[in-house]
């Protein structure tokens, strides 16, 4: 199955929800952090990223952008594929699509 989506407006009223979507999107990568243990530096570690982009991450600031990414930090955090895909196409208006 193909899903496409279609990019947002660049209205004041959906860049705050993109920023809102992207704070949920941290949220729920901080959340699972804490679930499994790990530290911001040791969840960095694991995923091959930085700790400053992790820490970004948790507060919306920085977001992946490619099937990598969110597969090094899925596996980081013990969570499988398709649950980090239900999350992102939950909060996939922090990409700025609908």
């Known amino acids: 199955m193909s899903m496409t989506f279609t990019p947002l407006s660049l209205t004041t009223e959906n860049l705050f929800l993109q920023g ?5 999107f941290g949220h729920f990568i901080e959340s699972g952090r804490e ?7 040791q969840a ?3 995923a091959g990223m930085s700790t400053e982009d992790w820490a970004g991450l ?6 992946p952008n490619t099937r990598r990414q969110f597969r090094s ?6 969570i499988e594929w398709h649950t980090m895909t239900e999350i992102v196409l939950m909060c996939r208006q922090a990409w700025g699509i609908q």
């Open 73 to 78: 930090i899925a596996v980081a955090l013990g």
């Open 35 to 41: 679930k499994a243990g790990l530290s911001i530096e």
């Open 44 to 46: 960095a570690e694991l």
């Open 58 to 63: 948790e507060v919306g600031s920085w977001l």
């Open 20 to 24: 809102a979507w992207s704070r949920m």
